[in-house]
């Protein structure tokens, strides 16, 4: 079972460039909307506002979604020049580029040869940041998302490879910071869920699992993960631990990891590798009480759990 997700629009802002979801399918009013908005913010806040790059990057997706490409050019031009006079924001170049590179891909008028060539431009930015950091990385995770919603599987699984091997470098290296190490593990854990699916809303441990691990020749059916497809993204869960036990064992962020990895092994019905992590859970927090390495969560009034 692959993860679609990807195709839904919302997703093309992950890297918080935009105000909100441009419309699969806007119209005049909201244009004239999207138009006023950009209008009123220079007048009140000017151009030098870190939301502004934001709002123009918003109207070009309204542009697009109206068939106006060339409109929704000038404009993302615009909101590249602004942002490249800011050499404090240099770094956020890259991922307007991909935000631009993706909104092209996700409207079927616009041109696949220039979002593909946003991509490419943006990735050669990317590659001049430092390797650890987190815009070098956000963006080759991107690149995934990009030729998965393009439907290109082959330079898809290309960028999987890139970016399994530039992670798999920085595992190697001892000089990470906790910030750094944490971002590693973090986009290690997304790879997994690019082999297979996001990791399910599992509040208690107790749960029953949601997926079933079945044999690869195994005919389609819902809720299904095959093996193949398991083992490569257990290989990247448990690369991503390794990373997060880099951590003191008091950075509660480690400890939630270990709990997520119990939680996701459960999920898909894994007994013997779920009470092997809570033996690793317990270890690190010097306790077999379970109720002590699976506290109960807050109330959640809000969603009637609580």
Known sequence: MKNKSAKVLTSLFALGLTTGAVPARADKAAVETAEASVKMFEQRSGTNNSSYTSLLMYLAGVYLA?????????????????????????AEVPALM????????????????KAEKALSDGLK??????????ERINYLIGTINFYNVIGKPAEKQARIKAADEHLATLEKNEKLNNEEITNVAANLVKLAEIQTFPMPVMRLRYQPPVFQVVPD??????????????????????????????????????????????LWYRSLGQTKQEEFQIQQLGKIMHTTDRDKLFPQPAPCPACGMG
């Open 66 to 90: 109206n068939d106006r490409e060339k409109d929704a050019e000038i404009i993302y031009n615009k909101a590249i020049f602004n942002l490249k006079s800011k050499p404090d924001r240099k």
């Open 98 to 113: 991909l935000n631009w590179a993706m909104l092209l891909a996700s409207n079927k008028g616009a041109s696949k040869e």
């Open 125 to 134: 930015l990317a590659n001049d940041l430092p390797a650890a950091s987190k």
């Open 217 to 262: 020749n195994s005919p389609d059916k819902p809720n299904t993960v095959r093996a193949k497809e398991f083992k490569s993204a257990e290989a990247f869960q448990l690369r991503a631990i390794k990373q997060y036990d880099r951590l003191p064992e008091t950075v509660p962020w480690r400890i939630e990891a270990h709990r997520k990895l119990i």
